[in-house]
């Protein structure tokens, strides 16, 4: 197994991991989230590499449904774990972070939210691949979202 430690921001109440190997952006952790989205503005999103592929996409969340543009980063890397060709949903809201990150993202690994000492731990299990595959998927009008190892 493989394990690694993001730190988290103390300055804010919700967990928020700071991203060192992606220009030290803040990304929320949200268990809840089945989409992996970008809250920012998305002319930083676009000098990030991020390419809009569906414009207008309705999905639910933010205690509601709300829409937003598909975007595909060409990699996108959370401490060891590697999501080529990463999709990521931009839809503008005031969070004090710059995206957030799903639950989905983190299938078949062991993740733990330590709150008192401010870290996010991740295990990859020996079974698991460090190398990610985010795929979504517009099933009848729905945003439903995959991920497996490589």
């Not at 592929?53 to 999905?59: E, G, K, L, S």
């Given at each position: 197994m493989n394990q690694f430690t993001l730190r988290l921001r103390e300055d804010v109440q919700r967990p928020t991991a700071i991203l060192t190997n992606?220009?030290?952006?803040?990304?929320?952790?949200?268990?809840?989230?089945?989409?992996?989205?970008?809250?920012?503005?998305?002319?930083?999103?676009?000098?990030l590499g991020g390419v809009p592929?569906?414009?207008?996409?309705?999905?639910g969340g933010f205690g509601g449904m709300t829409t937003g543009t598909i975007y595909r980063l060409p990699t996108f890397q959370i401490g060891e774990?590697?999501?080529?060709?990463?999709p990521i949903i931009a839809s503008r809201i005031d969070l004090p972070c710059q995206m957030i990150l799903s639950a989905t993202m983190f299938n078949g690994l062991i993740y733990e939210i330590d709150d008192w000492n401010h870290k996010f731990n991740v295990t990859i299990p020996d079974h698991e691949s460090h190398v990610r595959k985010l795929t979504i998927e517009d099933k009848n009008g729905t945003l439903h979202i995959l991920c497996t190892g490589e």
């Open positions: 992606f220009s030290h952006l803040h990304a929320m952790l949200d268990t809840g989230a089945v989409l992996p989205v970008w809250v920012s503005n998305e002319t930083l999103l676009k000098s592929i569906a414009p207008d996409q309705p999905f774990l590697i999501f080529p060709e990463f």
